[in-house]
């Protein structure tokens, strides 16, 4: 395995003012929507997306798509089933917020 792919390890998760927080070793490309697939799946990574919007209260919902209080530290995104899944990223989309877990993939 090159330098370059350094097996990826689970961070302590340190949310700011919106509760965002991003691994730093998420791949910077300049476009910030895109979730780079290919990225993880290099990285021997399997990738599992939580949206806010489905999985989040119901009030912090309301709130943040009908009254503009872009605060989701409230929202603690529910854990795929399995092991070792650990949060990747907790972001903005366009349609609101979304949790990236990851794990490493598991030989077949």
């Not at 895109?34 to 912090?60: I, N, Q, R, Y």
Request: hydrophobic letters at 35%.
């Amino acid at each position: 395995m090159s330098e370059e792919k350094q097996l990826i390890q689970p961070l302590q998760v340190e949310r700011d003012e919106y509760g965002f927080w991003t691994h730093p070793a998420w791949p910077d490309d300049g476009d910030e929507c895109a979730l780079p697939k290919t990225w993880f799946a290099e990285h021997g990574l399997e990738l599992c997306l939580v949206e806010m919007e489905s999985d989040g209260p119901e009030e912090m919902i309301e709130a943040w798509m009908d009254d503009g209080d872009y605060d989701c530290n409230q929202w603690q995104p529910s854990k795929p089933s399995g092991d070792g899944w650990f949060i990747f990223s907790i972001h903005d989309t366009e349609d609101g917020p979304l949790c990236v877990w990851v794990r490493q993939k598991v030989a077949a």
